[in-house]
């Protein structure tokens, strides 16, 4: 029976809950869901553009408005483990996460949908690197159509509030009884801000909730005590799995009940199929989430011309939409899939195979035309969506496909416009003054060094080219060449995702004047192991003929000895020969200055906010240095351009031990004006004054022994970590008497652990 909308309408705004109009983004919206959902914990870990859906979670914490518990963990693969240990203890829970993160964690996800654990997670969708690109398509989106989690799309800001919200009650029904995964596109749903309904009242949102079910097994009842995740073998996996796949296809019909429930209270419906103008199209675009709306428009303008066009959008794609598919296109002569993403070698994306085989099953002789768009974050315009079409119109007139795979936008290379050099190679002699010496003390057993004045080594070329894109005042490049500066003929530099990897390698240009690598935020230690290993392999065979005295330097910052510290462990266990250096600006500035485990604590980040109900990072920091030494390498150095010949010195001895006996770790501190909310031209009194503070002491543990390299207190100049802390707006509530305790605390623990260190300097044995 046809619904008469007018009075369905007239009846629901009489009886619907009260909703506030705003102007919110796609991850704001996120956030406003969670929150008025009220969840037990999230476990996160920032990657853009899905960081802001934790920024927002945490700023509204601050100001009082839900109880969620935030754990802020060392890689998207422990946010993954800590969401799964909570939903096995019985909690509800969130996470959000994007692209190569997603992946990070992917591991995870099969484990908390096969022992079938409710949970709750945004796929801000965003391009798999490499190269890297931090803008949206969905390569990311496609690796999640195998673990077993239904997945529900959301095109609009809007949508991302709804779905987020019907979301839990599908995870949680005891018909399906899976972790669900909200996907949404990167920046153009994420951040841009559209015109959104939100329940003012948050007990409207957790009535449609509902009470959590009790009834599964959890890890915290001790009368009912359970083995969660056992080994498993295969007569009984198969059944597992078997009632796993049930339970997701019973996602199907259990969503559209409850998007049907959700229409009773909000107006706006969620059918299995977005359908524009199907009722009679002759030819059609299939795409997912935001492109889908443009592609909208071009609809009306084809009608206006005659053309029975019309537009698919699945509102959710695991289970995917089989009989709803066949059902849309079966009057349909030619239909258009455009993805944002390619399953390399499949003759068509993963959406484009699924809607060929929902054809094939119903003996369906439309023609499917497939074009891989979008990528990196393409915008998709009219004009794209119209292109589409006319290669359906195209098919049509033709009676064939005459190209049934294609990429759509891509440009050919012009091989004159390559970028030229801008400067000649450097190498060799070009980096070797012959000004700095470096001797084993066969009393000692440790090293002399002799450098000279600072002015004799300027005219020593810098390692990195003038033109890169780092904020004014940045510190990581005056702190990485004063450092470079002490480093004697050619390297090979590694740099982890962060600050200093973003804004040096923008292609089609670099400003690496010497050899340069890349790879991910967590795995450079690995990396660059594996290439030091290659050289001394190859030298040895005679296979490359190159100097003896390459020096192999990782560099990492903006946390990433956080989600990295495994493989530099590691590294530093097999004792490569090779530097790891860490930049440390006390966050995770690269992706917008969130907490990472070096930022001290009452610190201000985006993700330690200051309130009425928080006042900064909630923890003390971790000292990467005692932790690296402590794996026996031969030498590890704490360092700053406020005291150039200490890390002068450091740098010629990290060089040495690096080419001689293995590996070195060395930590800089390097100030981010923009994050810590301080004068661009401040950032070298503000690291000097950390230092005199002794929050961040200059030492160096050569061979185990430690030796501090300047002690503020034997020189009259030490001061109150006040004076650091009044030095920076990211923490300027610290002076203020309501954080006093907190301030306090930072202060006993700095002294702490100063003078730990100095009983070490006095003590060769500890």
């Known amino acids: 029976m046809a619904i008469d909308y007018e009075k369905e309408k007239a009846r629901l705004e009489q009886n619907k809950p009260v909703q506030k109009l705003v102007f919110e983004s796609g991850n704001e ?10 969840y037990h914990i999230m476990g996160y870990f920032p990657i853009t553009p899905s960081t802001e859906v934790a920024q927002f979670l945490d700023g509204m914490k601050a100001k009082g408005q839900h109880d969620i518990v935030l754990i802020p963990t060392d890689g998207e693969h422990g946010s993954a483990g800590s969401c799964y240990g909570a939903a096995a203890a019985g909690a509800r829970v969130f996470n959000a996460t994007s692209a190569n993160g997603f992946l990070y964690m992917l591991e995870q996800l099969p484990v908390q949908s096969g022992t079938r654990y409710p949970m709750v997670m945004n796929l801000v969708t965003r391009a798999i690197s490499g190269p890297l690109d931090i803008r949206g398509d969905h390569s990311d989106l496609y690796y999640g159509l195998n673990i077993g989690w239904p997945i529900l799309l959301a095109r609009t800001p809007q949508a991302v509030y709804d779905m987020n919200i019907m979301a839990l009650r599908l995870a949680e029904h005891k018909d399906v009884r899976l972790p669900v995964l909200v996907a949404y596109d990167g920046f153009f749903t994420s951040h841009q801000k559209r015109r959104v309904q ?15 079910p009790r009834e599964y097994n959890f890890a915290l009842d001790p009368a009912n005590p359970v083995t969660i995740g056992p080994y498993m073998n295969d007569p009984d996996l198969i059944n597992n799995n078997y009632q796993q796949s049930e339970a997701m296809y019973r996602a199907y019909e259990v969503f559209q009940e409850i998007a049907k429930e959700y229409y009773e209270i909000s107006g706006r419906e969620y059918p299995i199929l977005d359908l524009y103008q199907m009722e009679d199209a002759e030819v059609a675009v299939f795409l997912l989430n935001s492109a889908s709306e443009t592609a909208k428009d071009v609809v009306d303008n084809l009608r206006a011309k005659g053309i029975k066009a019309g537009v698919i959008s699945p509102n959710m794609i695991r289970p995917f939409p089989l009989k709803e598919i066949q059902a849309a296109l079966k009057n349909v002569k030619a239909v258009v899939v455009g993805e944002r993403a390619d399953s390399y070698g499949g003759h068509g ?11 094939q099953s119903a003996n369906s002789n439309v023609m499917v035309i497939s074009r891989i768009f979008g990528v990196g974050g393409k915008d998709f315009y009219a004009d794209d969506a119209e292109h589409f079409f006319q290669l359906g119109l195209d098919a049509i007139e033709k009676g064939f496909v005459e190209k049934p795979f294609d990429y759509y936008g891509h440009t050919p290379g012009q091989p004159e416009l390559a970028p030229k050099r801008v400067l000649e190679p450097l190498h060799g ?8 010496k470096v001797t084993p003390n066969e009393t000692t057993g440790k090293l002399d060094v002799k450098i000279p004045p600072l002015r004799s080594l300027t ?15 940045c510190g990581i490049f005056p702190g990485l060449e004063m450092f470079f500066k002490g480093i004697e003929g050619d390297i090979v530099a590694l740099f982890q995702t962060g600050c200093a990897m973003v804004v040096t390698t923008g292609y089609p240009y670099s400003s690496h004047k010497q050899t340069y690598i890349h790879n991910l935020f967590q795995n450079g230690g690995a990396t660059l192991s594996g290439v030091v290993e290659a050289f001394y392999e190859l030298k040895r065979r005679g296979e490359i003929d190159v100097p003896e005295d390459f020096t192999f330097v990782m560099v990492t910052g903006d946390g990433g000895m956080d989600i990295g510290m495994g493989p530099a462990i590691g590294a530093a266990l097999r004792n490569h020969k090779m530097i790891i250096l860490e930049y440390d600006n006390e966050g995770y500035m690269n992706t917008g200055s969130q907490l990472s485990y070096s930022t001290p604590l009452g610190h201000m980040t985006t993700t330690s906010n200051v309130g009425k109900f928080q006042g900064g990072k909630a923890f003390h920091h971790k000292d990467t240095v005692q932790i690296m030494a402590s794996t026996n390498i031969s030498y590890a150095f704490t360092g700053t351009e406020a005291f150039p010949q200490d890390l002068l010195k450091k740098a010629a001895k990290a060089q040495w031990y690096a080419q001689n006996v293995g590996t070195v770790y060395g930590k800089i501190l390097i100030a981010c004006p923009l994050n810590w909310k301080s004068a661009d031209e401040l950032g070298e009194p503000i690291v000097g004054t950390a230092v005199n503070t002794c929050f961040f002491p200059l030492y160096e543990i050569e061979n185990g022994v430690t030796n501090i390299t300047y002690d503020p207190e034997e020189k009259g100049k030490r001061v109150d970590v006040y004076e650091w802390v009044n030095s920076m707006g990211k923490t300027k509530h610290l002076t203020k008497p309501e954080y006093a305790e907190m301030l306090d605390t930072f202060r006993q623990e700095v002294e702490r652990r100063w003078r730990r260190l100095k009983e070490k300097h006095n003590n060769p044995y500890l």
């Open 459 to 473: 005219g020593k070329p810098k390692r990195i080219a003038p033109g890169h894109g780092a904020c004014p005042g």
């Open 349 to 359: 994306a993963n959406m484009t195979l699924e809607v060929k085989a929902a054809l």
């Open 29 to 38: 919206m996120a956030a406003m869901a969670a929150a008025q959902i009220n």
């Open 198 to 212: 939100y329940f003012e009242d948050r007990n409207v949102v957790q009535n449609f909730v509902g009470p959590q």
């Open 429 to 436: 002699d070009a980096f070797k003054t012959g000004l700095i």
